[in-house]
Structures are given as structure tokens and as C-alpha cells.
T-cell receptor
């Protein structure tokens, strides 16, 4: 059974600080990795995709990938109250077309 | 709006009834996926279409569930003889390539009375 593991949280971060979200995965052959944001009662919204080892930056968001350690992370700089949501780590199954999701980390930005 | 569209947004039905959901993907996407999400969990894969062909089905998809994508455009997901455990958010996603991200619709929330 291929798995994606995330700390469920809640992770509480003061406004303006850096939020760090982590994820590990079991499928060593995976090549595509995604972070989705999900507000309560809403559907997942794509934030970042990353395919190569290292860092990828997009605005206040930085995704980090280490395939050798099977580890993906998301950094959110200058955290805003609107960043309060559940963040889903998602990994493309190496032998199928589906994406395997973690159960999500709840992030709360306190003013 | 060229995003993924799902209908209805909410469905409340009695146990034992049949329900059908519709998904209209992003027009240029040939890949369409159905997922199910329950509270506190990430989405779980149900099935995948490439054009009109249903290429993958999860073991979660019991024989009460059927999905179609007859012309390679919109898709329907039908649940027959609904059970309490079917209560969930049913999400549709579409994508343009095997390693490309999937973009989700707003989902259909199913409640079984």
C-alpha cells in the first residue's frame, strides 16, 4: 500500500512568520509531487508542483523535494490569516495514473 | 469560467436510493478522475478516464458504483442502492498529462439519510 504521511496538526504560526509543512511518501519511484490547499468545505486547490530535487519558489511559497529521503516540504513565508487552511501533500503513483494524498495538515495563522 | 464543473453541489437522499453526479472537465483536458473525500481525510482515488476509456478503478469502487464518460467529454458517477457509508464529498478532477497536476471541481456533497 503506497502511502503519503503528514502531521495532522493543527500547526499554529504567528502572522508574518514562516510556516513549514512536511510530508513523507513510500513510493520510491514517484516523479511528481504536489501541494494543494483546502479551505473548510471547499475542494482542493493546487498551490505548487515539483518534479526535481531541490527548491522551487512561487511567490511566498517554496516547495522542497528530496527524493533520496522521500521527503517533500512546503514553506509559506510572511504567513497571512488567509493562509489558514488544510494543506494536502500529493504524490503521483509511479505505476498508475492516480495521485495519492496525505490526510492533510491543518494550518492556523494567529494574528 | 473554464474550470472543472460539478453538479449538483449537494445531494441529500434516503438510504437505498440511486444518485448520479455529473462532471464537466476543463475542455482541453483528456484525463478525468473521480475521488471521494471524507472528513479529516485526503481525497481517495475512485476511477480514471483517458478520453472515453475507463483505464483504472480502485478497489473502493464496489459494484454499486459505475462511472461513464461516453464521448470523452463530461463524465457521470452513479451510486446504486446508497448506504450510510457513501456519505462523502465526491470530487472530480481533470488533467492534461500523466505527470501533470490535477485540477479539482467544487465537488458534490452527498448526505444519506
Amino acid at each position: 500500500q503506497k502511502e503519503v504521511e503528514q502531521n495532522s496538526g493543527p500547526l499554529s504560526v504567528p502572522e508574518g512568520a514562516i510556516a513549514s509543512l512536511n510530508c513523507t511518501y513510500s513510493d520510491r519511484g514517484s516523479q511528481s509531487f504536489f501541494w494543494y490547499r483546502q479551505y473548510s468545505g471547499k475542494s482542493p486547490e493546487l498551490i505548487m508542483s515539483i518534479y526535481s530535487n531541490g527548491d522551487k519558489e512561487d511567490g511566498r511559497f517554496t516547495a522542497q523535494l528530496n527524493k533520496a529521503s522521500q521527503y517533500v516540504s512546503l514553506l509559506i513565508r510572511d504567513s497571512q490569516p488567509s493562509d489558514s487552511a488544510t494543506y494536502l501533500c500529493a504524490v503521483k503513483d509511479s505505476s498508475a495514473s492516480k495521485i495519492i494524498f496525505g490526510s492533510g495538515t491543518r494550518l492556523s495563522i494567529r494574528p | 469560467d473554464t474550470g472543472v464543473s460539478q453538479n449538483p453541489r449537494h445531494k441529500i437522499t434516503k438510504r437505498g436510493q440511486n444518485v448520479t453526479f455529473r462532471c464537466d472537465p476543463i475542455s482541453e483536458h483528456n484525463r478525468l478522475y473521480w475521488y471521494r473525500q471524507t472528513l479529516g481525510q485526503g481525497p481517495e482515488f475512485l476511477t480514471y478516464f483517458q478520453n472515453e476509456a475507463q483505464l483504472e478503478k480502485s478497489r473502493l469502487l464496489s459494484d454499486r458504483f459505475s462511472a461513464e464518460r461516453p464521448k470523452g467529454s463530461f463524465s457521470t458517477l452513479e451510486i446504486q442502492r446508497t448506504e450510510q457509508g457513501d456519505s462523502a464529498m465526491y470530487l472530480c478532477a481533470s488533467g492534461s498529462g500523466i505527470n501533470q497536476p490535477q485540477h479539482f471541481g467544487d465537488g458534490t456533497r452527498l448526505s444519506i439519510l
